[in-house]
């Protein structure tokens, strides 16, 4: 059972395009909402993470839009730039513990 | 400060071998975690501990277990290793302030042939 459904699978984006990535969930225990980004070869790393009191968070290029009613929650990336290609993964967990459960993943080509 | 290391980086063993995965981190903290990454599929949960001595099934428990014996260290051991359980193993850690951000190990790649 997938509880966060994320889509596109990919997506090729030209530099200085947006990027917009989706994700989807079930369970309405979770309580926070990050965002993982994952170079070839590397570990996941915490790009930006939402709880559902807010709609909206931006930090630099990467803003996290969330519907709380529609169970969904979505990353978008401006101006992309060659080096946000990577592997992004959405994730989601309950207030209570830390057990993440993510996404499929979303690998994003940035062309120059 | 090395945050989360792992070794191997890569292994191949053959079916029915074992093997055990090596996970410390340097950051105190109290709870670690040991996902499995295959393609398209996201992470899934295989086991984690929130402390010394206490540990928990995850998603996909089957064919392993782990030990956390202290703080630092929270080993993966594979028991009669099959071909499903190719895939690119990693460690992370977390506080355990509520939900927070885990930082992840750079990975085992695991083949089994």
């Known amino acids: 059972q997938q509880q966060v459904k994320q889509s596109p699978q990919s997506l090729i984006v030209q530099k200085g395009g947006i990027s917009i990535i989706n994700c989807a969930y079930e369970?309405?225990?979770?309580?926070?909402f990050p965002w993982y980004q994952q170079f070839p070869g590397k570990g996941p790393a915490l790009l930006i993470a939402?709880?559902?009191?807010?709609s909206e968070k931006k930090e630099g290029r990467f803003t996290i839009s969330f519907n709380k009613s529609a169970k969904q929650f979505s990353l978008h990336i401006m101006d992309s730039q060659p080096g946000d290609s990577a592997t992004y993964f959405c994730a989601a967990s309950p207030a209570a513990g830390n057990k993440l459960t993510f996404g499929g993943g979303t690998r994003v080509l940035v062309k120059p | 400060n090395a945050g989360v290391t792992q070794t191997p980086k890569f292994r191949i063993l053959k079916i029915g071998q074992s093997m055990t995965l090596q996970c410390t981190q340097d950051?105190?903290?109290?709870?670690m975690y040991w996902y499995r990454q295959d393609p398209g599929m996201g992470l899934k949960l295989i086991y984690y501990?929130?402390?010394?001595?206490?540990?928990d099934k995850g998603e996909v428990p089957n064919g392993y277990n782990v030990s956390r014996s202290t703080t630092e260290d929270f080993p993966l051991r594979l028991e009669l290793a099959a071909p499903s359980q190719t895939s690119v193993y990693f460690c992370a850690s977390s506080s355990p302030q509520g939900a927070s951000e885990q930082f992840f190990g750079p990975g085992t790649r695991l083949t089994v042939l």
């Open positions: 950051m105190n903290h109290n709870y």
């Open positions: 369970n309405t225990a979770f309580d926070y």
């Open positions: 501990s929130v402390g010394a001595g206490i540990t």
């Open positions: 939402i709880r559902p009191d807010v």
